[in-house]
T-cell receptor
Framework: ELKVEQNPLFLSMQEGKNYTIYCNYS?????LYWYRQDPGKSLESLFV?????AVKQEGRLMASLDTKARLSTLHITAAVHDLSATYFC????????????FGTGTLLAVQP | GAGVSQSPSNKVTEKGKDVELRCDPI?????LYWYRQSLGQGLEFLIY????????KSGLPSDRFSAERTGGSVSTLTIQRTQQEDSAVYLC???????????FGDGTRLSIL
């Protein structure tokens, strides 16, 4: 059974600080996604990681993938209040169907 | 439209009633997915459509749940004889197919009284 674990579940941090969210998954997959969700809103795609060692960056967010360790990280650099949201990782399974198993989500609160 | 459109945005109904939720995917996207987001279970896959192929129904929680996709575009998720545990946000997503990134609609918040 494919399981996706995310930690921490809740992260309160100050503006200007750095932190990392971790996403572990239990079986092989060739695609891993990161999504952002604001309260009452839908999921916004941030990154898709396709291969071992893949690294993608957008603004203050950087995502990486280690398929051997079955681990992805989302690193936040010099956090700002606008980054406050819930972040989900999702692992694709089912071959070409690309169904997603989501992690539990990390609620990020950036304090001014 | 520019994005995935879902209706209604909110639905409140009494236990035992049937409900229909609608999803209009991004034009040209051949793959369509339904997911459910609830406090207890997180985000769960329900059903997948790809073009004219038979849908993958492996995530449907019971036979009260069904879905159709007409003409390879609009999809309807139907829940019969609703139960309180069906209360959740139902999200629809579409992608170009072939493993492309899934783009989500704003969801339908379903509340069963």
């Amino acid at each position: 059974e494919l399981k996706v674990e995310q930690n921490p579940l809740f992260l309160s941090m100050q503006e200007g600080k750095n932190y990392t969210i971790y996403c572990n998954y239990s079986t092989t997959s060739d695609r891993l996604y990161w999504y952002r969700q604001d309260p009452g809103k839908s999921l916004e795609s941030l990154f898709v990681l396709l291969s071992n060692g893949a690294v993608k960056q957008e603004g203050r967010l950087m995502a990486s993938l280690d398929t051997k360790a079955r681990l992805s990280t989302l690193h936040i650099t010099a956090a700002v209040h606008d980054l406050s949201a819930t972040y989900f990782c999702a692992v694709a399974y089912g071959g070409a169907t690309n169904k997603l198993i989501f992690g539990t989500g990390t609620l990020l609160a950036v304090q001014p | 439209g520019a994005g995935v459109s879902q209706s209604p945005s909110n639905k409140v109904t009494e236990k035992g009633k049937d409900v229909e939720l609608r999803c209009d995917p991004i034009s040209g996207h051949t793959a369509l997915y339904w997911y459910r987001q609830s406090l207890g279970q997180g985000l769960e896959f329900l059903i997948y459509f790809q073009g004219n192929s038979a849908p993958d129904k492996s995530g449907l929680p019971s036979d009260r749940f069904s879905a159709e996709r007409t003409g390879g575009s609009v999809s309807t998720l139907t829940i019969q004889r609703t139960q309180q545990e069906d209360s959740a946000v139902y999200l629809c997503a579409s992608s170009p197919g072939g493993g492309g990134t899934q783009h989500f609609g704003d969801g339908t918040r379903l509340s069963i009284l």
